[in-house]
Nanobody, 131 residues
Framework: QVQLMESGGASVQSGGSLTLSCEIS?????????????LGWFRQAPGNEREGVAA???????NVADVVKGRFTISQDDAKNTVMLQMDSLGPEDTAMYYC????????????????????WGQGTQVTVSS
């Protein structure tokens, strides 16, 4: 079983920065010796569909959505216990619940930003940006 727990959400002023963290349970890595996994950050604002903002795979390849490119950076710590999302130059349009997700059997050459491939999800952490 793979468990994910997000943290780091907060209320910030426009132009500010936040770093979100997602703790990953060891269950994700049972098959990682043989298979590639992917980790993604998604967000969902009230009334909107959940959208992918950034993803990373076990080989370190990243994929960042155009809407946040140049402002958001995804990374994973060396111990692979945590995946982070560094968010800079935040604006009110970034206000949303942010979710971490894991695809244990990632087959895509580029880490996917679509919701469907991801099997495991965290509970989310709220980011609110005021103007």
């Amino acid at each position: 079983q793979v468990q994910l727990m997000e943290s780091g959400g907060a209320s910030v002023q426009s132009g500010g920065s936040l770093t979100l963290s997602c703790e990953i349970s060891a269950g994700l890595y049972i098959y990682s010796q043989f298979e590639k996994y992917c980790l993604g950050w998604f967000r969902q604002a009230p009334g909107n569909e959940r959208e992918g903002v950034a993803a990373i795979d076990s080989r370190g390849r990243t994929n960042v959505a155009d809407v946040v490119k140049g402002r958001f950076t995804i990374s994973q710590d060396d111990a692979k216990n945590t995946v982070m999302l560094q968010m800079d130059s935040l604006g009110p349009e970034d206000t949303a619940m942010y979710y971490c997700a894991a695809d244990q059997w990632c087959v895509d050459d580029i880490p996917p930003l679509g919701v469907k491939p991801y099997d495991y999800w965290g509970q989310g952490t709220q980011v609110t940006v005021s103007s």
